[in-house]
């Protein structure tokens, strides 16, 4: 089982740039721009993975309860067995991913080839006499660097349009997830291992259905205002699957996009005040499990 766990972590940070581990701290993968490291060194564009304390964003429990159709119960017991064969002297391994110690995060090479299928390459500059004809060189590579940056993060986009669904087993079996890329992941060309499920007793993934916006619309957020966040997107796509799943399944709550940091965040309500934001979230999460990882974020 934790093999699984460890490849859907892989999928995710993969497809929306970060994962929460509840109890443990939150891993990121960051997109590091080009940048000058020396008079005759470019760094290329690469993702870092990075790891803190802190719990943002979706924690990993929602993601199998979505993935897996799991409850909230089953989910946690899965989470619990995971982190206790992960977690060890304040050591987190991930198989395939990367390894977690005092903070800092050694990751795997398998994983790195994924998130940089371009490698993390430096470029040599060549400086020639005359001021003029140095800086127009140096512009150059830059501008060819951002290019190639956008055009290397297109054809990610592109080439993950065939990738297939995610597969799971019933309870008996403790859980086994048929990893294969994800629709909306950055890397392309790569192929994550596969996990076969037995004939009975599989579960098949019940997302939400994503429906297809003409002209999807965020929202700007108000300084001094509070939200009441559902969770937190790289993808603007996920973010309109996840408003459409929250409308529906509770057409009492008007879910909305804000743009949040070049990613896009989901919060099911806007209010002038944090307090009676945290109030209403105490509500929903009384409610029902299915609100239990909403958090508050003041602008």
Known sequence: ???????????????????????????ILVRNAARLTSNSELQAPHRELRFTREERGTSLITHLMKVASLSDERASDIYAEWRNQSLRNDILTIGG?????????????????????GG?????????????IYILASLSVLL??????????????????????????AENSGINI???????????????????????????????????????????????RSYAVWGVYTELKNAESAKVWLNSKYPEIDAQIYEYDERYMVALCELTSRTACGKQVSAWKAKSKNFKDVWVYTR
């Open 1 to 27: 089982m934790k093999q699984q766990v460890d490849n859907l972590i892989a999928n995710i940070l993969l497809r929306e740039g970060e994962v929460c581990l509840p109890q443990v701290g939150t891993l």
């Open 97 to 117: 991913v990367c390894c977690v110690e005092n903070n800092k995060v050694e990751i795997e090479a398998k994983f790195d080839s994924l998130a940089n299928p």
């Open 120 to 132: 993390r390459r430096a470029i040599k500059v060549t400086q020639r006499k005359g001021h003029l």
């Open 144 to 169: 060819a660097l951002c290019v190639g940056g956008y055009l290397l993060h297109a054809n990610d986009l592109l080439d993950l349009s065939s990738q297939t669904k995610e597969e799971q087993i």
């Open 178 to 224: 048929t990893i294969e890329p994800i629709p909306d992941e950055k890397v392309a060309n790569e192929e994550v291992e596969t996990i076969e499920a037995p004939a009975a007793d599989t579960l098949t993934q019940k997302l939400p259905a994503e429906e297809v916006v003409a002209q999807p619309t965020t929202l700007p957020m108000t300084k001094g």
